[in-house]
Nanobody, 120 residues
Framework: QVQVVESGGGSVQPGGSLRLSCAAS????????MGWYRQAPGKQRELVAI???????DYTDSVKGRFTISRDNAKNTVYLQMNRLQPEDTAVYYC??????????????WGQGTQVTVSS
């Protein structure tokens, strides 16, 4: 089985920073894209940032200029550096990994989430 594990969440004051990490492990043939999603209480899950195997990135408008997504392909790990955090960033953040498993099966796996709380 493939494991996807997030870490780095916590509580921070407005204007603070956090760095989230997501590591994928198991019988992975290739990873095509990794992304971060978040879900705030009572709201729909939304895409925050994605990064492709070629390094291309995209961000939702509300985090542009504040968040940076990066990846370490050798470690099958994706990071989300979150700066100038705001209360509206409070959510459970989920990592998603897409690619191919060994045996040419599709990989589309979610982590269990990590809580980010921004409050004064």
């Amino acid at each position: 089985q493939v494991q996807v594990v997030e870490s780095g969440g916590g509580s921070v004051q407005p204007g603070g920073s956090l760095r989230l990490s997501c590591a994928a492990s198991g019988s992975i043939f290739s990873i095509n894209a990794m992304g971060w999603y978040r879900q705030a209480p009572g709201k729909q899950r939304e895409l925050v940032a994605i990064i492709s195997s070629g390094g291309g990135t995209d961000y939702t408008d509300s985090v542009k200029g504040r968040f940076t997504i990066s990846r370490d392909n050798a470690k099958n790990t994706v990071y989300l550096q979150m700066n100038r955090l705001q209360p509206e960033d409070t959510a459970v953040y989920y990592c998603n990994v897409k690619g191919l498993l060994s045996g040419m099966r599709r990989l589309d796996r979610w982590g269990q989430g990590t809580q980010v709380t921004v409050s004064s």
